[in-house]
């Protein structure tokens, strides 16, 4: 599975709404915990079944859409399903990470 980027707020709602849960890193280039977990995000995804997308938001480019969620803190990693926000980690933190991903990889 590879990691998609979003750049748009419709093509947000279209994967969030799209049937498949979908798990989304929020991330700026600046930030030097997003670019170190960024190489394990996409190595969970590859591993990760075909029940679940992935995407990444840039917040500098896509502030109207880290606005609609609400993001405080970067890295962070939120999963929707059905348009809703089911669950979040927040923070670069490859266990919980992993640990969202298979939660939410196989529901």
Partial sequence: MSV???????DFNAAINGGKPVIIDF??????????ISPLF?????E????????KVNVDECDDISQEVGIRSLPTFMVFKDGAKVDEVVGALPTKLQDLIRTHATS
Avoid: D, N
């Fill in 4 to 10: 998609k980027e979003i750049t748009k707020l419709a």
């Fill in 27 to 36: 991330w700026a280039p600046w930030c030097g915990p997003c670019r170190q």
């Fill in 42 to 46: 996409q190595q969970y995804a590859g």
């Fill in 48 to 55: 990760a079944g075909q029940g679940v997308e992935f995407y």
